[in-house]
């Protein structure tokens, strides 16, 4: 399907702006696409419509060339103003006012143009022109789908989440350069500074929030309106030296300042249904945040962030919800955790892009779409049970003599690997790459896979035959193909396999891990699943291990080579968890499961004082456990073949 994409793009100063760069890369995966239509031929076009005079080009081609709108918000008003009053045509306001309100607008536009009275901005929200051309809309929000309807849009209408980054930000790295220590509370209010970011209550609550935590500090990061000045505010409140403003930041400050705070307010009224793209990058990136309770904000839910009525009560609940945070910042780790777990389950990129390509796929083709409305309170298992079990017994049954003491002190991470394996059907196959046949036979004999074929390194077009036989009598055959996985073409046609194991595997390799990460693309069928498990460079051990002056690898040493002179390849680099995120990523998978855990049965010390200390120093504790195991699905082609954080 070809998509025809309008937009401001970077490096424009518009957050719709940084959302097209967002949705961009993973849409290009699913769909063709031609920015600004120019190659022509398209299927459906898309236009990224905001409330401001960037966005004028891309509303009038959206009148000329109906297709799919997205509404960032429930109001045009300004870009409207923009496209009329500012270039001298009253007499397009007018008209425009009349067929979005009828007469009462009209009447009243008439007295804007007298220069009595300013534009309604609110009652009229100047959407039924472009609705009434749309082919279908999308919107973030229930909130601005049921003000769609309202206007009188009756067709196609999906609701899908505004994307959230995940930026990996060295927090530490930014508090030091604003001169904020480990331990004192940082708040932070992020925006163009008007009035309706309720910006002065925000203040006057953090006032009283300082006589009982004088060590708690703030910024303000964004542009100042010039009729909202913040600074006699700040003087009136005694805050000179606990507030700091910064005026307009770029890409990297504004990120960096994000990450430096521990508690967000993302606070606004009125509103006309915007959804914040800080607000979800503050989420990724596992911040507490305190929001209206008004608008698109009120449908977040109300486990990942603390919501403030709008009434006579705001500015004393401001204040309770932030002292509550800063004093008990073990409170406040745990929402944004619950936050950044939501967002990535929600609002991923990849769900986003294929979401919109679903919906756009629908209108183009003239199918009926079914609204797929953001989740309210959708309840999380955070262990599901595996689909089946195998138990220590029956692997230890398959283990040759020589094996069985491998086996035996690493069937924590065997069972777990089988445990995350999708079951299969006699129609389906599954490849397992470095095959021991320690879990090979079940996932034959247990998970059910009709076809089951193994591959190791060693020399291309080689095969060998390999029948093992179980202590109960079980007989399982297997081909196991010889090929080099960093450099040589997997010997198996595309779309071959449903399942691909890759376990302890990647931290093997030497050269190019992205090749292997390209075939094991390749030879899934679309939607198939990759199950990869690897050590933990990023665990709790390994912290412990570099800060006491050891190797944090879980396996660093030089292997001695046998008499005969062949020795086991050694681990040539473990990864971090978010790395493995990063992988799968790249190599056109959205990752369905990520965790880690045990790796081997065996005793290890305890690691509490490492814990305690990444709480103090607002590092990550999730994902510190010894072995990294996560189950990715494929969703289109490699995105990026030579990933930066990867190769120099």
């Known amino acids: 399907m070809k998509v025809a994409y309008y937009s401001p793009l970077p490096p424009a100063r518009s957050g719709i702006a940084d959302y097209s760069a967002m949705l961009l890369e993973e849409l290009r995966g699913l769909a063709e696409v031609d920015i600004g239509g120019r190659a022509g031929g398209a299927a459906v076009a898309l236009y990224q419509l905001g409330n401001n005079a960037d966005h004028i080009e891309v509303y009038e081609r959206s009148l000329r060339e109906p297709g799919v709108v997205v509404l960032h918000e429930a109001n045009l008003h300004h870009l409207i103003t923009d496209l009329t009053i500012r270039r001298g045509d009253w007499d397009a306001y007018v008209a425009a006012c009349a067929h979005d309100g009828g007469e009462a607008a009209r009447a009243h536009a008439g007295h804007v143009r007298a220069l009595e009275v300013g534009p309604d901005y609110d009652g009229v929200p100047m959407l039924r022109r472009v609705l009434e051309r749309a082919r279908g809309v999308i919107v973030h929000s229930r909130y601005v789908g049921a003000r769609c309807r309202e206007a009188g849009y009756t067709g196609p209408?999906?609701?899908?989440?505004?994307?959230?980054?995940?930026?990996?930000?060295?927090?530490?790295?930014?508090?030091?350069?604003?001169?904020?220590?480990?331990?004192?509370?940082?708040?932070?209010?992020?925006?163009?500074?008007?009035?309706?970011?309720?910006?002065?209550?925000?203040?006057?609550?953090?006032?009283?929030?300082?006589?009982?935590?004088?060590?708690?500090?703030?910024?303000?990061?964004?542009?100042?309106?010039?009729?909202?000045?913040?600074?006699?505010?700040?003087?009136?409140?005694?805050?000179?030296?606990?507030?700091?403003?910064?005026?307009?930041?770029?890409?990297?400050?504004?990120?960096?300042?994000?990450?430096a705070c521990d508690v967000i307010l993302n606070l606004r009224y009125p509103t006309v249904g915007e959804t914040s793209g800080t607000l979800l990058r503050a989420f990724g990136m596992?911040?507490?945040?305190?929001?209206?309770?008004?608008?698109?904000?009120?449908?977040?839910?109300?486990?990942?962030?603390?919501?403030?009525?709008?009434?006579?009560?705001?500015?004393?609940?401001?204040?309770?919800?932030?002292?509550?945070?800063?004093?008990?910042?073990?409170?406040?780790?745990?929402?944004?955790?619950?936050?950044?777990?939501?967002?990535?389950?929600?609002?991923?990129?990849?769900?986003?892009?294929?979401?919109?390509?679903?919906?756009?796929?629908?209108?183009a083709e003239g199918r009926e779409w079914r609204e797929a409305p953001l989740t309210e309170q959708a309840p999380r298992v955070e262990h599901a049970p595996p689909a089946i079990q195998v138990e220590g017994d029956y692997l230890l049954g398959w283990a040759e003599p020589s094996a069985r003491e491998y086996v035996d002190t690493h069937l924590t991470r065997l069972t777990k690997t089988l445990e995350l394996t999708p079951p299969g059907g006699p129609e389906q196959s599954i490849l397992e790459m470095g095959a021991y046949l320690q879990i090979t036979p079940s996932l034959k004999t247990?998970?059910?896979?009709?076809?089951?074929?193994?591959?190791?390194?060693?020399?291309?077009?080689?095969?060998?035959?390999?029948?093992?036989?179980?202590?109960?009598?079980?007989?399982?055959?297997?081909?196991?193909?010889l090929f080099d996985a960093e450099r040589d073409r997997f010997p198996y046609g595309g779309e071959s396999f449903d399942t691909v194991l890759c376990c302890e595997l990647l931290e093997h390799l030497t050269a190019d891990p992205m090749h292997m990460l390209t075939e094991i693309n390749r030879v899934l069928k679309p939607g198939g699943r990759l199950v990869l498990t690897t050590p933990n460079i990023g665990s709790l051990r390994a912290i412990a291990a570099l800060l006491?002056?050891?190797?944090?690898?879980?396996?660093?040493?030089?292997?001695?080579?046998?008499?005969?002179?062949?020795?086991?390849?050694?681990?040539?680099?473990?990864?971090?968890?978010?790395?493995?995120?990063?992988?799968?990523?790249?190599?056109?998978?959205?990752?369905?499961?990520?965790?880690?855990?045990?790796?081997?049965?065996?005793?290890?010390?305890?690691?509490?004082?490492?814990?305690?200390?990444?709480a103090r120093y607002g590092m990550p504790g999730s994902l510190r456990g010894d072995g990294v195991y996560a189950v990715g699905c494929k969703t289109g082609p490699v995105r990026t073949r030579w990933p930066r954080w990867l190769y120099s």
Request: glycine share 8%; with cysteine; net charge negative.
């Open 548 to 614: 006491a002056g050891y190797h944090p690898g879980f396996f660093p040493a030089y292997i001695k080579p046998s008499e005969d002179g062949a020795s086991d390849a050694r681990h040539n680099r473990e990864y971090t968890a978010r790395e493995v995120h990063l992988l799968l990523h790249d190599s056109g998978f959205e990752v369905a499961h990520l965790e880690t855990g045990e790796f081997k049965s065996e005793p290890k010390p305890e690691h509490v004082w490492v814990e305690n200390m990444l």
């Open 446 to 481: 247990k998970l059910g896979y009709g076809t089951v074929r193994g591959c190791y390194f060693g020399a291309a077009g080689t095969v060998e035959h390999r029948e093992v036989v179980s202590t109960d009598g079980e007989r399982f055959i297997c081909e196991v193909d």
């Open 286 to 363: 596992g911040k507490a945040a305190v929001v209206s309770d008004v608008g698109s904000f009120a449908e977040f839910p109300d486990d990942v962030c603390l919501k403030v009525p709008i009434d006579g009560s705001e500015e004393d609940t401001i204040y309770e919800l932030l002292n509550l945070l800063v004093s008990r910042p073990e409170l406040s780790r745990t929402l944004g955790g619950r936050a950044r777990t939501w967002v990535e389950r929600e609002c991923s990129w990849p769900r986003v892009a294929r979401l919109y390509a679903e919906f756009l796929a629908a209108v």
């Open 157 to 259: 209408l999906a609701v899908i989440p505004h994307g959230a980054a995940m930026p990996a930000v060295e927090r530490m790295d930014w508090r030091t350069k604003l001169g904020v220590n480990e331990t004192d509370p940082l708040v932070g209010v992020f925006g163009y500074m008007k009035p309706y970011k309720r910006v002065s209550q925000s203040l006057r609550a953090f006032a009283r929030v300082r006589r009982m935590m004088p060590q708690a500090k703030m910024i303000l990061v964004g542009e100042e309106h010039p009729e909202f000045p913040l600074e006699p505010q700040i003087r009136a409140l005694g805050l000179q030296t606990a507030v700091r403003r910064f005026g307009f930041a770029t890409a990297t400050e504004f990120s960096g300042y994000l990450s």
